[in-house]
Each structure stands twice: as C-alpha cells, then as structure tokens.
C-alpha cells in the first residue's frame, strides 16, 4: 500500500523557519516527482513546490519563490520543505505529493498520482 505521510507541521511566529518531511513508502518513487501543496481555510489548493525524481528540477509556485526550499532525501522516497520568512499567509495545510512529472504538479491537478493526509502549518502575526 503506497503512503505519504507528512510530519514537521506545527506553530510558528512570523519571521520562523519550519521544515516539512514528507516519507512515502509501498513502492519506489525514484522516478516520480515529488512535491508540496497548501491548502488555506477556505482557499483552494496552491502548488507550493516540486522536485524531480532525479532531483535535478525544482519549480516553486510565485508566493514561495526565495523563502522556500525542496529538497529530495538520497533514497529519492523522502522529500523535504525548507519553509524560511514565513508569514500568517503561509498558514494553512500542506500536502505532500506525488506524479509521473512535473506536469502532474499543473492545474487541475489531477494527474497527482499519491497524496498525503496533510500536516497543519499556523503561522501567527
């Protein structure tokens, strides 16, 4: 059975760091790009982050771009987000990722192959 399970999520103050894990297990994923999204109360779903299976591509939605960073662990099944300056706009939960290609990571998103449950980030002012 194919999981990803997200762990790192918590409450900070703005200005904090915070970095997400996200492990996937039940299949290899070397050849999958991984990734983030975010859902706020209320919102929609927002690309956040992505990262190729070889870990040479990375492709960061606009509101993160310089404050965030992916990185993919060395067996390729665990994917990581560096989350720096971060704002109550970044509030909300984020999901772990996982598609044939970074196209999978375009709206609508529904080529995401495997989700994660999601880990709430709260981000106060």
């Known amino acids: 059975q194919v999981q990803l399970v997200e762990s790192g999520g918590g409450l900070v103050q703005a200005g904090d760091s915070l970095r997400l894990s996200c492990a996937a297990s039940g299949s290899s994923f070397n050849s999958y790009t991984m990734g983030w999204f975010r859902q706020s109360s209320g919102g929609e779903r927002e690309f956040v982050a992505a990262?190729?299976?070889?870990?040479?591509?990375?492709y960061y939605g606009d509101s993160v771009k310089g404050r965030f960073t992916i990185l993919r662990g060395n067996t390729k099944n665990t994917v990581s987000l560096q989350m720096n300056s971060l704002t109550p706009e970044d509030t909300a939960v984020y999901y772990c990722?996982?598609?044939?290609?970074?196209?999978?990571?375009?709206?609508?998103?529904?080529?995401?192959?495997?989700w994660g449950k999601g880990t709430l980030v709260t981000v106060s002012a």
């Open positions: 990262i190729r299976g070889s870990g040479s591509g990375t």
């Open positions: 990722a996982a598609g044939t290609s970074p196209w999978s990571f375009t709206r609508p998103y529904n080529s995401i192959d495997y």
